[in-house]
C-alpha cells in the first residue's frame, strides 16, 4: 500500500462515518465525551448508505445508522482548522482504513484491498497520493480488526432488531451496547 493521505479533510466533511460499538468506546474514553454526545442516528434520507437490513437499527421512528456527529458546516466535529484529527490515535476504525475498500471472500477472510468506491466515483474529492509505503502486515491487520469489529457490531445489531420491542430509542440502544450515561 503506497497511498499517503493529502490532510485535506475531504473525507473528513462528506460521507457518513459509520460507527461500531467499538468506535464508540474508543471516542468516548479518548474524547471523555458522553456517548450520545458524539453519535447522531441517521436516516436513509440523510445517507448515501444502501446496506443490508443487519446494518440497520430498528427503533420506533424507523431505522437508521449510527454515525459520528457532524458540525453544522458538515465537518467532523474532531476536525480542527488545521486539518487535523483530533482523536486521531482513537478515530473510528473506518477512517484507519480510507480511502481503501476491503475485499473478503466467501468466508470473510481479507484477499486483498482497492481504492475505495466514494473515492473512484468521486463522492468524496479526495487529494492522496502515492508515496511512503504501509507495510502490507501492517494494513491486514487493521483490515482484519476493521472486520472483526463490524462483524461483532454487526451481530449486536442483529441481536438488537429480533428481540426489541416497539418504542425503543437511541438512549435504549445505547444501554443495549452497554453504554451508561447517553447524554
Avoid at 147 to 164: A, G, H, I, L, Q
Amino acid at each position: 500500500m503506497k497511498i499517503r493521505c493529502a490532510r485535506c479533510g475531504n473525507c473528513c466533511h462528506e460521507p457518513l462515518i459509520e460507527l461500531t460499538h467499538h468506535d464508540l468506546h474508543r471516542l468516548a474514553q479518548y474524547s471523555r465525551m458522553p456517548v450520545g454526545k458524539l453519535i447522531k442516528l441517521y436516516a436513509d434520507t440523510e445517507t448515501e448508505c444502501n446496506g443490508t437490513d443487519e446494518d440497520w437499527i430498528k427503533l420506533s421512528y424507523g431505522r437508521r445508522k449510527i454515525g459520528l456527529r457532524k458540525k453544522r458546516n458538515g465537518r467532523c466535529i474532531f476536525l480542527s482548522d488545521d486539518m487535523r484529527c483530533g482523536v486521531y490515535e482513537a478515530r473510528p476504525m473506518s477512517c484507519r482504513i480510507f480511502p481503501v475498500d476491503i475485499l473478503l471472500d466467501e468466508d470473510n477472510r481479507v484477499i486483498g484491498f482497492e481504492l475505495s468506491d466514494i473515492v473512484r466515483k468521486k463522492f468524496v474529492n479526495c487529494n492522496h497520493s502515492y508515496g511512503k509505503a504501509i507495510p502490507f502486515k501492517n494494513f491486514r491487520r487493521t483490515a482484519r480488526q476493521a472486520r472483526d469489529e463490524s462483524e461483532t457490531y454487526r451481530e449486536k445489531v442483529r441481536r438488537w432488531n429480533e428481540t426489541s420491542p416497539d418504542g425503543r430509542n437511541k438512549s435504549d440502544f445505547l444501554a443495549f451496547l452497554g453504554f451508561e450515561t447517553v447524554v
